[in-house]
């Protein structure tokens, strides 16, 4: 159950060598280095910079009070305030020596953060000591913010030889500053490629929940699809099951599923939470996609905010992989679940589409309007045959439905006419949008039409600054 702090130790190392070394190599990107004094001894070679340096390269960051590197020796030292920032990732110490060939060196009282994994690591000595091993001296590792975490493991020492083995000497586990476990020797596999077998355990505390453990079990099934389950203890709730299950074929075939289910014995009933989003290029050149997002009552999000696969967890990878996250709040009391098939060819594209509310508040739940289904058909702003016109249109169609109150369909029809001019230092589109709506209910037919014209007139403004710089200005007006 260790396995997973070391492997996360043995990245943070990596990450650590990876920005001293881009930092100091010779690359595209410039290296920009401010101070409040910057002094090169010539004779010695050596560079020194006092009062609150920054270098910076690209998503890269370091601070410090003073910087020293003797480009003689290949070394680097850094004194006061050390800062590291990498991405999302950060590392602070009060100082640190390196060495610019192997990229080996320490830092002294040092505190690294993975933000992947939501990880500390608190030592008084990290070191990189070879091509690929490390040491953390009186180490510590939590996933809790905070100076007093509530929980965290312990070690006198910790050594990692990445992609070979892991020595951990003294570690213990503590929470609320009170010692539960511990073990004098531990050698464990320090692999960073994937494979089977437990995960890093979250632990947690808290009033209402009593003390929260979960186990994590990691099933390699191939290189691109994977099942994580989870074993989780709420001492005042009861045993919480989880399953993720995620596989990524190509770009546009890929798919996430996370389910938990509780039996919550704090209030004797069965408490749930089914997310997931999923691509799918069919035959036929039909793109689908679906969101799924139910859960089981209205407190559900609200009261279980922690812990690994929560909501904002879950939101962070949707987004990542699929590039678009919950649709719905964390605390709304309506959550969306969405099926799309969307067909294009040449400028034309039709959409069929499936939209289902959920509503928490389950004396609105039978009322809640659904739209089962709605599909669309859409041409896109290209010119009218041989004319100088352009036209654009939308076509709507919606099938409204719930349990009870008013059913019916919609039909929405909104062509957009427009004809681009362009003068000399000017561009002006006139346009007219046309919108026609009927409704059919069952006791009625409605209908509206609505017309919009409009006018945008813009130009283009360049000039050149020493050689490279260009300043773009686009001054508009729309009426």
């Known amino acids: 159950m260790y396995s997973r702090i070391i492997i996360s130790i043995s990245i943070v190392f990596i990450l650590a060598s990876a920005t001293l070394a881009k930092t100091f190599k010779k690359t595209s990107l410039p290296v920009f280095v401010k101070a409040k004094k910057i002094v090169y001894d010539r004779l010695k070679n050596v560079y020194e910079a006092y009062g609150n340096v920054v270098l910076k390269q690209g998503d ?26 990498t991405g999302k990732d950060w590392f602070k110490a009060e100082s640190g020596t390196f060495d610019l060939n192997t990229y080996q060196g320490t830092l002294y009282q040092a505190e690294a953060f993975m933000s992947e994994n939501h990880i500390y690591i608190r030592g008084k000595e990290i070191k990189k000591t070879g091509k690929r091993t490390y040491v953390v001296e009186n180490a510590q590792i939590t996933t809790c913010d905070g100076e007093k975490p509530v929980w965290c493991f312990r070690a006198k020492k910790m050594r990692v030889t990445v992609e070979g083995w892991a020595t951990v000497s003294h570690l213990s586990f503590w929470t609320k500053g009170i010692p539960l476990a511990y073990m004098p020797y531990l050698i464990l596999p ?12 979250y632990f947690g505390y808290s009033e209402r929940d009593g003390f929260d453990i979960t186990l994590p079990f990691f099933w390699d099934i191939k290189p691109n699809i994977d099942a994580t389950f989870y074993q989780r203890y709420l001492s005042n709730r009861g045993w919480f099951q989880g399953v993720e299950f995620r596989y990524i074929l190509n770009e546009t075939d890929k798919g996430f599923f996370y389910f938990d289910y509780l039996h919550d014995k704090l209030f004797s009933k069965n408490r749930w939470w089914l997310r997931s989003k999923q691509d799918q290029m069919l035959p036929g050149g039909i793109y689908a ?16 905010t922690e812990g690994l696969n929560n909501y904002r967890y879950c939101d962070k990878e949707f987004f990542r992989y699929f590039h678009r996250g919950l649709s719905t709040e964390e605390t709304a009391l309506i959550r969306e679940s969405n099926l799309s098939l969307t067909k294009n060819w040449g400028q034309y594209s039709i959409i069929a589409e499936a939209h289902y509310t959920q509503n928490l508040d389950k004396s609105q739940d039978e009322f809640t309007l659904q739209r089962l289904p709605q599909i669309s058909f859409k041409r896109q702003d290209t010119k009218l045959w041989k004319t100088p016109f352009f036209l654009k249109w939308d076509t709507i169609y919606t099938h409204f439905w719930r349990q009870r109150g008013i059913k019916g369909h919609r039909i929405h029809f909104a062509p957009t006419f427009s004809l681009p001019l362009k003068t000399k230092y000017f561009e002006i589109l006139p346009k007219l949008s046309l919108m026609r709506t009927n409704y059919f209910l069952k006791e009625e037919h409605l209908s509206r039409f609505l017309y919009e014209t409009s006018i945008e007139v813009k130009t283009d403004l360049w000039r050149y600054y020493l050689g490279s710089f260009i300043h773009h200005l686009e001054p508009k007006i729309i009426y």
Do not use: C, H
């Open 60 to 85: 890269k960051l370091i601070e410090a009070e003073k910087v020293i590197v003797d480009m003689n020796k290949n070394k680097a030292v850094f004194e006061g305030n050390v800062f590291f920032k």
């Open 289 to 304: 996609q679906l969101d799924i997002d139910l859960v089981s009552d209205k407190d559900y999000l609200k009261e279980f």
């Open 190 to 201: 320090a692999k960073t490629k994937r494979q089977s077998g437990f995960l890093f355990p």
